[in-house]
């Protein structure tokens, strides 16, 4: 890309792949004296560059990743597992993600990441996989995908709920 240092491309990509947070990285250089781009040259190459390429190819292959479920899903209606992981144990987690993957392809069809701090969650994060499976749900349904069995993990306390809440949103 014209304008910026392939090394320092590859090295913003790679930082952002593995999860490595930019400030680690940054200490390990400085401790090594290797000479790196700063932090918010880093920030904007990811917002600028990294994040709409990984966008891109994310759209266009969950586009074949729908085709091929449909595909494989002749009687037009699907069995769907949901699982959902939280960034710590116990009752203080901060982050939940939910997947949601066909039972006949094993392909990933949504992840919906929730976050204690959003709408609908008020702070406990409790109510985070409940309203993950919910958002989850609603996406499928708005692109047309029907489902007809639903396997979770248990939901502890809000399970009840969930089975409810679940039932009337795909009625």
């Given at each position: ?99 949601f ?6 392909y ?17 994060s ?10 989850g ?6 692109k ?28």
């Open positions: 890309m014209e304008g910026y240092y392939e090394g320092n491309l590859k090295l913003t990509s790679s930082v952002h792949t593995t999860g490595l947070p930019i400030p680690r990285l940054l200490a390990m250089g400085k401790e090594m004296g290797l000479a790196l781009p700063c932090a918010s040259t880093m920030r904007t190459q990811l917002a600028q560059v990294i994040m709409p390429a990984v966008d891109i190819v994310y759209l266009r292959r969950m586009s074949e990743v729908e085709a091929i479920v449909r595909a494989a899903n002749t009687n037009r209606s699907i069995d769907l597992a949901m699982d959902g992981r939280y960034d710590s144990p116990g009752y203080c987690a901060s982050n939940c993600t939910v997947s993957i066909d039972v006949l392809t094993n990933i069809l949504s992840v919906v990441n929730m976050a204690k701090n959003m709408r609908g969650i008020d702070g406990a409790g109510r985070m996989e409940k309203e993950g499976v919910r958002r749900l609603e996406a499928l349904l708005a047309r995908f029907m489902v007809s069995k639903r396997f979770t993990t248990s939901l502890g306390s809000n399970s009840q709920c969930l089975l409810i809440s679940d039932h009337i949103l795909l009625r």
